[in-house]
């Protein structure tokens, strides 16, 4: 399927074009997809199968409404009403019978007349609470929408087309939260605990900034150290800073203009609480509510329209009636005193936006969508592919450990790493006569429960040697149970994997990946190959942003898990050490680089061992209101393959 996708782009000023952006990073790969950032000097529709127009209510989108009118495709609306972008269309280019036309087409008679009567004539502005839609959606093939608010206007406004609700995509990457913080220090005396709410994006009256202004004046009363940024440029309507010098606030408000969008994020991050109020609103989505919902930040909304629809445990909803400001600053006051309930409020919606707005599942359900709609059938949202299940088939220590025997070391290894192993057999799913699994890096510990207990027909090893070599093993369990593998030899950074396309329904990567000395991708792009759809990886490897490894770095040691180069046996011959141990995040990118759905992923025990006292490490962390979650020794990550490689040479990977 060819797609022709119309939408401003970065570094356009408008939320759209990052939305378009971060949605097209992830569409390419799962169809065919040609860009258009501007008007195309020659554009043949007739190339592609549909086309699809990216709508917001401004002046960055004329070109994609005049395409849209010209060749009917499927319309995004972000937003229920296009009467500025129109305005501007028309009006802005002196085309004042352009307008009048538009205004009788979309909205009869009665908004007729009044145009011609006081508009034309320039008595009375125009009245932009006229939506403006009902020409493109008339000449749509489709519309996608990211709420039911959206949605219930359009079927107003009389569209009778397919129609999919797709829900705005959120960023979840962590921005650096503390340097942004030190650069607000000299100007707010801004200290690690204190309590910052933001306020972030194009400054409209219609944002609710003198209402959250005057609730803040309240709390400044009742909590002198908060303190409040505005990122963003100012309406011309709104009178900023007299507003905040008639408050007596310039000491606790400070505003910032517009700023790139690395910085958007890092005082974003910086914040403890972010305001997201609309009213009045036209259905619009927030793409600062998602970066904010993401970064698992407690946030505070105006409960009208799309904002109403989320739900109730991830957001606290200000009424926007005469309890607004009671309201506002109630709420403020509950999280800037109460650190514990906010962070709490934070994780959930970070939790909600990571499971229901991930830009791959926007990407998939889109291109579900447009596959209905140039095939002339009807859409329906597919369920959520379910995530690879834990199987719920305990495999104790005890069973590993009778596979290894005492006399070569491997039981020691074996009793050394039971809690690591024993969790690893927890989180690969069951397999049946038919399916083929891969463990990588195998010493057949856990190897023979994949077919005795985990049911695969099929169970295959690979190891580091010379490629096209395969070791035929065997080995005796102490209750008599016998068990054969081969085990593949071949470099994983350099070699193609001697398996077909599609061969494996999983692939077990445990202890590999940080032993990688110049290649990581290589190996993550073969498992991508090897691994039929829906199939799963499990990864697990060494923590380096783990509490010991903080406790480590702080006081003055190596943060590695394991650090030491490797002395060479009496042959000559030296085992791969740890080239580059991962952080949590890091693996959630690496999988995601790769083409995996993260299904599972967490931090926990990796050896058994002495366990060091590290609570003053999350008193720390704590202290700094830093992320306190995946600080275990040991990382274990579950993904689901769902198209093919994203990014061969991740940034954050490769220099």
């Known amino acids: 399927m060819r797609v022709a996708f119309f939408s401003p782009l970065p570094p356009a000023k408008s939320g759209i074009a990052d939305y378009s952006a971060a949605l097209l990073e992830h569409l390419n790969g799962s169809i065919e997809v040609e860009t258009f950032a501007a008007e195309p000097a020659v554009f043949e529709a007739s190339q592609y199968d549909v086309c699809v127009y990216q709508l917001g209510n401004n002046p960055y989108h004329g070109f994609v409404y005049e395409a849209a009118m010209e060749h009917p495709g499927v319309v995004v609306m972000h937003e229920a009403n296009l009467h500025h972008l129109i305005a501007d269309l028309t009006i802005n280019r002196d085309d004042w019978d352009g307008y009048i036309r538009e205004i009788g087409r979309n909205h009869g008679p009665g908004a007729l007349d009044y145009a ?27 519309a996608i929408v990211h709420s039911d608010t959206v949605g219930a206007e359009l079927r107003a406004h009389g569209f009778e087309g397919p129609m999919a609700r797709i829900l705005h995509g959120a960023w979840t990457t962590p921005a650096d939260r503390m340097s942004y913080r030190t650069r607000l220090g000299p100007f707010m005396g801004l200290e690690a605990r204190t309590p910052l709410i933001g306020v972030f994006g194009f400054l409209k009256p219609y944002k609710r900034i003198a209402e959250s202004l005057r609730a803040f004046r309240r709390l400044v009363r009742a909590v002198p150290e908060a303190r409040m940024i505005l990122v963003g440029e100012a309406h011309p309507d709104l009178p900023l800073q007299s507003l905040i010098a008639s408050m007596n606030l310039q000491e606790h408000v400070h505003h910032l203009d517009f700023v790139p969008i690395e910085d958007f994020n890092g005082y974003l991050a910086a914040c403890d609480i972010v305001l997201n109020l609309r009213y009045p609103t036209v259905g619009e989505s927030s793409g600062t509510l998602q970066r904010a919902l993401g970064m698992g930040k407690a946030v505070i909304v105006s409960d009208v329209g799309s904002f109403r629809e989320l739900p109730d445990d991830i957001c606290l909803k200000a009424p926007v009636d005469a309890t607004e400001e009671e309201h506002l600053f109630e709420y403020l006051n509950l999280l800037a005193t109460r650190p514990s309930v906010r962070t709490a409020l934070g994780e959930r919606a970070r939790t909600w936006a990571e499971q229901e707005c991930s830009w791959e599942m926007a990407a998939r359900r889109y291109a579900e969508f447009l596959g209905a709609v140039v095939e002339g059938r009807e859409w329906q949202q597919a369920a959520k592919i379910a995530a690879p299940q834990a ?34 057999l927890a989180l690969t799913p069951l397999g049946g006569p038919k399916d083929r699994i891969l463990e990588m890096g195998a010493y057949l510990q856990i190897t023979p429960a994949l077919k005795t207990r985990l049911g695969y027909g099929e169970v295959r090893g690979c190891y580091y040697g010379p490629r096209g070599q395969t070791d035929h093993r065997s080995v005796a369990s102490e209750h008599g149970e016998d068990f054969c593998c081969d085990v593949d030899l071949f470099d994983a950074e350099k070699d193609v994997f001697p398996y077909e396309d599609g061969y ?44 010991r490894a903080v406790s480590a770095i702080l006081q003055g040691f190596h943060p590695m898990l ?45 050896r058994e061992g002495p366990k060091p006292e590290h609570a003053w490490v999350e008193h720390l962390l704590e202290g700094y209101i830093l992320p306190k979650e995946h600080r275990g020794d040991g990382i274990y990550a579950v993904g689901r393959k769902c198209r093919g490689v994203r990014d061969r040479y991740p940034a954050w990977l490769y220099s």
């Open 562 to 606: 394991f650090p030491a180069y490797i002395r060479p046996n009496r042959g000559g011959e030296t085992e791969a050490r740890h080239n580059r141990e991962y952080s949590a995040r890091e693996v959630k990118d690496l999988l995601e680089n790769s083409g995996f759905e993260v299904t599972a992923l967490d931090t926990g025990p990796f």
């Open 391 to 424: 199987n719920g088939v305990p495999v104790p220590a005890d069973y590993i450990a009778s596979w290894a025997p005492a006399a070569n070391g491997s039981r020691s290894y074996v009793e050394t790493h039971r809690t690591r192993l024993e969790r690893t």
């Open 504 to 547: 494996f329904s999983a692939v077990l990567c445990c202890e590999l990946i940080e032993h990688l000395s110049s290649d990581p991708m290589h190996m993550m792009c073969e498992i991508n190959r090897v691994l039929k759809p829906g199939g799963t990886l499990v990864l697990t490897t060494p923590n380096i942003a783990s509490a």
């Open 116 to 142: 011609v009567r006081y508009v034309r004539t320039r008595q009375r502005a125009p009245d932009y609470s006229l939506a403006m839609i009902r020409s493109v959606l008339a000449n749509s093939r489709g």
